[in-house]
């Protein structure tokens, strides 16, 4: 066991610097002046301070000495440091899904991973009696972003681009001498605490006022209730002390991960825990079995996050705009284009048997704006259709390591092969893809579009369907010119009133 705590103890302190830098976020810098938090000290980020300590946690959420047969449930408690007491995070290994948990007073956060898979996709979170949930994308590892979304029945907050250094993903290796159950908990504790505190980050800079290296994207004039909600349990000081204290602390700049590291001390292992400790176990232990019995679901909400791809990987939200100057793309002949599309909760099987046009079930249509349609319905002519090869945008639904379907996500690729005929003036087309989302009322939902939370739809005229454009707010629509002199046009993003 000691021999294991200390091979673990050497790996989370090189853990540090590499994990978090300050992140973009949609969640309110400032708060309206009723409603302002009481003055603060600076947060007690106090790498070094401290000594973790490990034991293992059987069935029922009690300490023992050895894991033995193996429970399934490792626990971390940090000691000698004020601002950690209390303070107690688990890996579990014993349901469906792995989980990392994070205990302090009255605020539960787990998050979930799929088996085999080393990044959470979703969170449970507890705070006050009150229950959340958050969508959380997969990690982008050439941007190295995420996306989470936090839920409270239909209501929805947005934090986008989160920033995590990859390093996190290879500082654990795996000790043949231990299970691959326990080796796996341990991996799943490292990232989870650098997704802990790189979130921490974010709402503690939000709520604090930022420092001057924070950039902070969308400034929502009012905070939302998940907001704030949600930003107890990721600010509460005890907490963010400890996952700080074991692993990381803010840096200037994300390209020089190894400025300022600290290094810790060895821990050992642990021999009694508090009474405090072993209440929070049971706590602990019967929240985890209430998510495995309950097979708790997210709302499913109405968000799409739609980005270009770029050939190096990089991805860029495309822009949409209140004032209709939505975001147009010119493809030169031999290049192509390609689309992301995440969607939080989304299971993208259906997609394949709705991938066709000019049918009532499918997903995609085109629109040639400049193209007037006839008195029976049809269009004068199709003339840039015929400029992409195949007509009919490619779909690619992506797969995980193990070449399962990532269900949340996929893309969509447009390739120019023809050059544009000089003869016609008519150089727009547009690309609809129409997602028919509804309530648990049956009732159609409009859909809620990237960070800037476009959500006023698209007049747009199915070919061979609408004889004039329609406002469609199931829709999302990536514009083509496809003349080499089509005009740049001007974008700004929406910014929520």
């Known amino acids: 066991m000691n021999k294991t705590v200390n091979r673990f103890s050497r790996v989370i302190a090189a853990v540090l610097i590499f994990t978090i830098s300050y992140m973009f976020c949609s969640c309110p810098v400032n708060l309206p002046p009723e409603e302002d938090p009481p003055p603060r000290g600076p947060s007690p980020l106090t790498p070094g301070v401290g000594t973790p300590r490990y034991f293992y946690i059987?069935?029922?959420?009690?300490?023992?000495?050895?894991?033995g047969d193996g429970s399934g449930r490792t626990g971390l408690i940090v000691e000698d440091n004020q601002f950690a007491e209390g303070v107690l995070i688990c890996s579990d290994d014993t349901g469906t899904d792995d989980r990392v948990a994070f205990a302090y007073e009255d605020s539960i956060v787990s998050?979930?991973?799929?088996?085999?898979?080393?990044?959470?996709?979703?969170?449970?979170?507890?705070?006050?009696?009150?229950e959340y949930y958050a969508y959380v994308s997969k990690y982008n590892a050439v941007n190295h972003t995420y996306h989470v979304t936090f839920v409270s029945n239909?209501?929805?907050?947005?934090?986008?681009?989160?920033?995590?250094?990859?390093?996190?993903?290879s500082l654990y290796e795996n000790d043949p001498e231990l299970s691959d159950s326990q080796n796996r908990r341990m991996a799943n504790m490292i990232v989870a605490m650098g997704v802990w505190g790189?979130?921490?980050?974010?709402?503690?800079?939000?709520?604090?006022?930022?420092?001057?290296?924070?950039?902070?994207?969308?400034?929502?004039?009012?905070?939302?209730?998940?907001?704030?909600?949600?930003?107890?349990?990721?600010t509460a000081i005890a907490v963010a002390a400890a996952v700080v204290t074991i692993v990381?602390?803010?840096?200037?700049a994300f390209i020089n991960p190894v400025a300022g590291m600290v290094l810790f001390g060895i821990s050992v292992a642990v021999t009694v825990i508090s009474l405090e400790i072993s209440k929070q176990l049971e706590e602990i232990a019967d929240y985890l079995e209430e998510l495995d019995k309950e097979n708790i679901q997210i709302p499913f909400i109405p968000l799409v996050y739609v980005s270009r791809v770029e050939p190096d990987g990089k991805e860029y939200?495309?822009?949409?705009?209140?004032?209709?100057?939505?975001?147009?793309?010119?493809?030169?002949?031999?290049?192509?284009?390609?689309?992301?599309f995440y969607i939080p909760g989304f299971n993208n099987k259906t997609l394949p048997s709705m991938?066709?046009?000019?049918?009532?079930?499918?997903?995609?249509?085109?629109?040639?704006?400049?193209?007037?349609?006839?008195?029976?319905?049809?269009?004068?002519?199709?003339?840039?259709?015929?400029?992409?090869?195949p007509q009919l945008p490619v779909l690619i639904i992506p797969k995980d390591k193990n070449d399962k379907n990532i269900e949340d996500t996929f893309f969509v690729k447009f390739k120019r092969v023809?050059?544009?005929?000089?003869?016609?003036?008519?150089?727009?087309?547009?690309?609809?893809?129409?997602?028919?989302?509804?309530?648990e009322e049956n009732e159609p939902l409009g859909l809620v579009i990237n960070e800037n939370k476009y959500k006023g739809g698209f007049y747009f005229r199915k070919y061979y369907v609408d004889k004039e454009p329609i406002l469609y707010k199931n829709m999302v629509v990536i514009y083509f010119c496809m003349n080499v002199n089509c005009p740049d046009i001007p974008v700004e993003e929406t910014a929520e009133p």
Request: with cysteine; hydrophobic share 40%; aromatic share 14%.
């Open 111 to 130: 998050m979930s991973f799929k088996k085999d898979s080393n990044f959470p996709y979703s969170m449970n979170i507890r705070v006050d009696s009150e």
């Open 58 to 67: 059987d069935s029922d959420g009690n300490y023992i000495g050895n894991e």
């Open 418 to 439: 023809n050059p544009y005929n000089k003869v016609s003036d008519i150089t727009k087309i547009n690309f609809g893809f129409v997602f028919n989302f509804v309530n």
């Open 248 to 252: 990381a602390v803010p840096i200037v």
């Open 198 to 234: 790189s979130l921490y980050a974010t709402f503690d800079s939000q709520l604090s006022g930022p420092p001057p290296i924070v950039l902070s994207r969308g400034i929502w004039g009012s905070v939302s209730k998940i907001c704030k909600g949600v930003s107890k349990a990721f």
């Open 355 to 389: 991938w066709h046009m000019f049918k009532p079930d499918s997903i995609v249509w085109f629109d040639e704006p400049e193209i007037p349609i006839k008195d029976n319905g049809t269009p004068d002519d199709i003339i840039n259709l015929s400029l992409f090869e």
């Open 317 to 340: 939200p495309i822009k949409y705009n209140d004032n209709g100057a939505h975001e147009e793309f010119h493809i030169p002949v031999g290049e192509e284009l390609i689309v992301k």
């Open 154 to 169: 239909s209501d929805f907050e947005m934090m986008d681009n989160v920033v995590l250094n990859e390093n996190i993903f």
